[in-house]
């Protein structure tokens, strides 16, 4: 039972931060239909970034704010430089510019910063909380509110702001959204800059139990695409659950049945809700315009 | 009067002839064997992507299978090389046509993702069952054992020049049947299918059989291309299923021009020879393999080989 506990732990933590990725995913394809594979690349700047500003001594805080804006600043080059330029590209050539972009950004990262593991203090000491006989590090809180806080945050834009509403009408029919007055290319220019901002936060969180490096991107951005499809493509909602499940599953398998193929079995579970519901668990049923 | 078909065909094997002309040293044979395994590959991604229009983020765990059946099938079954070439193709058709039914239902960026959760499995498989494939250290591979035969005939030929003429050989087979086939009915209909589906079905096309059989040959141009490394290269690791192998063909095809063999064949031409070029460059080479990859694809958009030649069209026009 008690190690039972503590694999939920150990999952909600890693799930929270695949939510994040998921989340991140969702903002952009919900803009513009894109699927970003640079997305763990985000994750990874936000974490290197505030490693190494901290080292040159600025304070933790700071360093976090400063990490975020600047992987801001690179979600929106990512769309300006690259992503706008191919607009009604096949969907084949958005995906190798995405892939691409994540190649850069990590060869970049390696010249810029180092080829090391580093990891960052945490932000509550490293005492464990024990609860029921398993334990808890207080940075897991941190990034499972940090994953739940965003959510919340995401929800009440889609649903309550103009700009939210503005950002789904964008994705759904561009030229319509564009008629009723709508900035459609400043709305993805937003959206990038917020879907970076979320991946750096989620490096930010994550770094004092995970580690970074320059090549932790890619795995992180696999996890989470896989948990944005799990939830469903374009769905907050679905990020979030998608994420935690998948943490789970991962946690459940390494556990108890072989640490091994604990990402093995995500993607088996992935693909089976993909053919049994191809849109997710939360994604809306569509059906082809001919 | 030659058809097209013949003369690109004979374009393809005078090109493989003439190279080694300017072949400084021995080594310039295995980049042209290397170059001739991945045009293999890419061939059979442009069957997938350029003609029936799906995509595949996952075709080098196919190539993995190829490549571990050369090196498991000798040494646990006592089977030729040649004979594991076969094997490995075969295990990768079934395994295609077995997870092709499901996933082909699915399309874009669903479909990429299904195909990268296949890659990723195998890739797993083939790291994890170390008692078998040694781990991610990899394992070695038998002599496929045809250089004997040739020298036993009175032709003695090194090892790199032997696999440059025998890999570009295979690949004049590959593009041969490639070509055969777009210009066949199945040819016509996945090109039909890749316009529109719906339209496609409305003209009596059984467009989930066609998309499972374009998957399942471009599989096992994959699984040969995997299997023909193994065997030059006399050793194997995981990283040949991996998930960066799989983006490079893709990269490959897209790169130098879906829609045709010879497009494809170029860009793996390139994207071969890029990396032989940047190793004086080692640290900035991901840096620049991305950029390219942007690049060609902002300002290219249909690919090297078909931008280049409409260039040239109009210039003379």
Redesign the interface.
């Known amino acids: 039972m008690e190690s039972l506990l503590q694999f939920l732990f150990s999952g909600l933590t890693v799930g929270a931060v695949y939510a994040l990725v998921a989340l991140g995913f969702t903002i952009i394809s919900n803009a513009s239909d894109v699927v970003n594979f640079a997305q763990g690349e985000f994750v990874m700047l936000g974490g290197m970034i505030t490693v190494f500003a901290h080292e040159a001594g600025v304070p933790l805080a700071l360093a976090a704010v400063l990490a975020i804006l600047l992987t801001a600043a690179v979600g929106v080059a990512l769309n300006k430089l690259a992503i706008e330029p191919a607009r009604g590209a096949p969907v084949v050539s958005v995906i190798i510019i995405t892939i691409g972009a994540s190649i850069l950004i990590r060869g970049a990262s390696q010249l810029i910063f180092d080829k090391q593991l580093h990891r960052l203090p945490s932000f509550s000491g490293d005492a464990p909380i024990r609860i029921g006989g398993a334990t808890l590090l207080p940075q897991s809180l941190w990034v499972i509110g940090g994953a739940l806080v965003v959510f919340v945050a995401l929800w009440l834009f889609f649903t309550r702001t103009l700009t939210g509403k503005a950002v789904l009408a964008t994705a759904n029919n561009r030229l319509a959204a564009q008629l009723v007055g709508i900035n459609t290319r400043a709305i993805m220019t937003l959206s990038f800059a917020l879907s970076a901002a979320i991946g750096a936060l989620a490096g930010v969180l994550a770094t004092p139990i995970t580690l970074v490096s320059y090549d932790v991107g890619v795995a992180l951005a696999l996890k989470g695409f896989a948990a944005a499809m799990l939830g469903g493509m374009g769905n907050p909602k679905g990020a979030l659950v998608g994420g935690l499940l998948l943490g789970l599953f991962e946690a459940l398998t390494a556990g108890y049945i072989s640490s091994q193929y604990k990402e093995a079995v995500a993607f088996i579970v992935i693909l089976a809700v993909l053919f049994a519901m191809p849109q997710g668990l939360f994604g809306a049923k569509s059906t082809e315009r001919v | 009067m030659l058809s097209t078909k013949w003369l690109q065909l004979a374009v393809l094997a005078v090109l493989i002839a003439l190279l080694p002309l300017l072949f400084p040293s021995g080594y310039y044979y295995r980049i042209g064997a290397l170059i001739f395994v991945n045009a293999l590959a890419v061939t059979g991604l442009v069957i997938l992507?350029g003609w029936a229009g799906q995509?595949s983020?996952g075709h080098a765990g196919f190539a993995g299978i190829g490549a571990y059946a050369c090196a498991l099938a000798p040494e646990h079954l006592g089977l030729h090389p040649a004979l594991a070439v076969l094997l490995g193709a075969g295990i990768s058709a079934a395994l295609a046509a077995l997870i092709g039914r499901?996933?082909l239902?699915?399309k874009?960026?669903?479909l990429?993702?299904?195909t990268?959760?296949?890659g990723?499995?195998v890739t797993?498989?083939l790291t994890?069952e170390r008692v078998w494939t040694g781990g991610p250290d990899g394992m070695s591979v038998a002599e496929l054992g045809l250089r004997d035969l040739l020298r036993d005939m009175g032709v003695r030929i090194s090892g790199g020049v032997f696999w440059y003429w025998f890999c570009g050989l295979v690949l004049l087979i590959g593009a041969w049947f490639a070509l055969n086939l777009y210009d066949s009915a199945t040819g016509r209909a996945l090109r039909a299918l890749h316009g529109s589906e719906?339209a496609a079905s409305t003209i009596g096309i059984d467009v989930p059989k066609l998309k499972l059989q374009a998957f399942v040959i471009s599989a096992v141009y994959a699984s040969v291309a995997g299997s023909l490394l193994a065997l030059q290269n006399r050793f194997i690791t995981p990283d040949v299923a991996g998930?960066m192998h799989s983006?490079e063909m893709?990269?490959m095809a897209?790169?130098g021009g879906?829609g045709s063999v010879f497009g494809a064949i170029f860009g793996a031409v390139i994207l071969t020879l890029l990396p032989q070029v940047l190793t004086v460059f080692a640290?900035?080479?991901?840096?620049?393999?991305?950029?390219?990859?942007?690049l060609v694809?902002?300002f290219l958009?249909r690919g090297l080989l078909p931008s280049i030649a409409a260039r040239l069209k109009r210039k003379s026009s």
């Open positions: 992507v995509i983020l499901p996933i239902r699915l874009g960026y669903y990429g993702v299904a990268l959760g296949f990723i499995l797993m498989v994890n719906v998930f983006i893709v990269t897209v790169l879906v640290e900035y080479e991901q840096l620049v393999l991305g950029a390219v990859m942007i694809m902002i958009p």
